[in-house]
């Protein structure tokens, strides 16, 4: 089974294969919302996935597609969310990123601006960071914070060389499949849940910095829409494709078909050359 028949088969909310050569626009599958380009930047069909092709950001702020707002794209349309993304990063150390000490980019994301209305988010880090190297992360955030309350969101990581199940390393020219989730949250005070990361298939491992609780999260719908690529103080250098949403939580039987399928797939696509 082909990756773009194992994702159909899951029954997203919206899926966006990215393989669209033409018009500015990346159709969804489910017909909600398609996926257009902010500025000519974006090279669609321009980078090899199996027998088809996806689009080329090249790291610069603005180089994004975006996805208009749709309550279904947030966590508390159904207590529950997943999103996936295959990305293949073209520069370890992006230029355009966002963070303090550690540097990162979110390269798909659901926010009004980098500040603002932030719901959720992937972030890949920086590789040469003085902490966090070649991180993946999936994060949710409060819209606004409240008094006495921190900003920073719950999220789970995959760090190759720190986290025990992360074997994979982040490189040049390499797909790398992500699926996030948002578990349903309970309350304020209840542990038990938050985030969640596979990498690879491989689910992260538990910490207390998943949880909605550690971080007083409390997930809301805002405004913003769905950014493939970067935001207003982030840049993704690399190629993104098959990006889904879904308004439950996958088993990880599920998860393991859509690895295998694109697995699969990548078998077809041609040597990375000269992309960098």
């Known amino acids: ?76 349309f159904a207590n529950a969310l997943s999103v996936a993304a295959w990305i293949c990063p073209f520069a370890l150390n992006n230029v355009h990123t966002a963070g303090t000490t550690d540097q990162y980019v979110h390269f798909l994301g659901k926010a009004v601006a980098a500040s603002t209305e932030v719901e959720w988010a992937m972030r890949l880090y920086n590789q040469t960071n003085p902490h966090r190297h070649s991180r993946c992360s999936f994060y949710t955030f409060n819209l606004t914070s409240a008094p006495g309350q921190s900003n920073l969101g719950n999220g789970a990581y995959m760090e190759p060389g720190v986290s025990a199940n992360d074997a994979v390393p982040v490189e040049v020219g390499k797909w790398i ?10 309350s304020d005070s209840d542990k038990t849940t938050g985030c969640v990361l596979f990498k690879q298939g491989v689910e992260a491992a538990r910490t207390s910095g998943d949880k909605y609780a550690s971080f007083h999260v409390d997930p809301q719908h805002g405004a913003g829409p769905i950014s493939i690529g970067g935001n207003s103080a982030s840049g993704f250098k690399g190629a993104i494709a098959h ?32 992309y960098a």
């Open 1 to 76: 089974m082909g990756l773009l028949a194992a994702v159909l088969d899951t029954q997203p909310t919206s899926y966006w294969p990215l393989t669209d050569d033409s018009n500015g626009l990346c159709h969804d599958e489910m017909q909600l919302n398609d996926a257009t380009a902010s500025t000519s930047a974006v090279k669609l069909a321009a980078i090899p996935f199996g027998d088809a092709s996806v689009p080329y950001f090249d790291g610069t702020i603005g180089c994004t597609l975006t996805v208009a707002d749709a309550p279904q794209y947030s966590q508390t």
């Open 177 to 186: 499949f992500l699926l996030g989730q948002a578990e349903p949250w309970i």
């Open 243 to 274: 990006v889904a949403v879904w308004n439950r939580l996958l088993p990880s039987t599920e998860v393991a078909a859509l690895w295998s399928a694109g697995q699969s797939e990548l078998q077809s696509t041609p040597m990375y050359h000269s």
